[in-house]
């Protein structure tokens, strides 16, 4: 049985080099580490949940 990974990626370049930062603002935000574009975070962004099996 295969098991499809989603990583989040950016909404501009689709680049996977992304990082959480801390706005004062709108608090915890996602952004690009290629093209440097942000947006609020998501609850999906914070907590990528990779299974056991994968882990090892």
């Not at 989040?8 to 706005?23: A, G, H, K």
């Not at 952004?31 to 090892?56: H, K, N, R």
Request: charged share 15%; proline share 5%.
């Amino acid at each position: 049985m295969s098991f499809l990974i989603d990583f989040p990626n950016c909404y501009v370049c689709r680049s996977i080099e992304l990082e959480i930062i801390l706005n004062d603002e709108f608090g915890p935000m996602t952004m690009c580490g290629e093209c440097g574009y942000s947006w609020i975070a998501t609850f999906a962004d914070v907590s990528t949940d990779i299974p056991q099996y994968l882990a090892s």
